[in-house]
């Protein structure tokens, strides 16, 4: 994505370095809501080095920016194997068809098909994946914190 686009009071465009500290703030925010029981805060240092390492090399990072300029949330995939690594939505935001608009983007920009690996306690994320024709394919664990995962597929499906 090379420019930016306005979309349902959001502002979708590539990320940038200053996004960085945003992008962990929303990140812990919303896992902080999702799996209280995990101290997020704590992971703050491994998932900067991922960011930075892993994630912005692999594809696309698309971020959004709210009415007020704050980042809202951030999507981040491969295009060319159609793998999501992250939807994440800050809280306030939640609801509000964010997480709808990052996945249709995802759609027009991978209609072979989608991939994603989810957390199973993540009840929230279940509903949404399912809404958007994701199938559970296999089961796993989450090599970090030992938590029981679906991968769950989108095959291509026209319009």
Not at 46 to 53: D, E, G, I, K, P
Not at 61 to 76: C, E, P, Q, S
Not at 118 to 124: G, K, L, M, P, T
Request: aromatic letters at 10%; a neutral charge; proline letters at 6%.
């Amino acid at each position: 994505m090379s420019q930016s686009v306005r979309a349902a009071g959001w502002r979708l465009r590539p990320y940038r370095e200053e996004d960085l500290e945003p992008a962990l703030t929303v990140w812990e925010r919303a896992w902080r809501h999702t799996l209280p029981e995990i101290d997020f805060a704590a992971r703050l240092p491994w998932w900067r080095a991922r960011w930075v390492n892993e994630m912005l090399s692999v594809g696309e990072v698309l971020v959004a920016d709210d009415d007020h300029g704050r980042l809202a949330g951030f999507l981040v995939l491969t295009p060319a194997t159609g793998y999501i690594d992250q939807i994440v939505v800050d809280p306030e935001q939640w609801g509000g068809g964010l997480a709808a608009r990052f996945m249709e983007y995802a759609k027009a920009r991978c209609p072979d098909g989608l991939d994603l690996h989810v957390n199973q306690a993540n009840v929230r994320a279940l509903a949404f994946y399912r809404r958007h024709g994701f199938v559970v394919a296999a089961t796993a664990e989450n090599p970090r914190s030992g938590l029981p995962t679906f991968h769950m597929r989108r095959e291509n499906q026209p319009g």
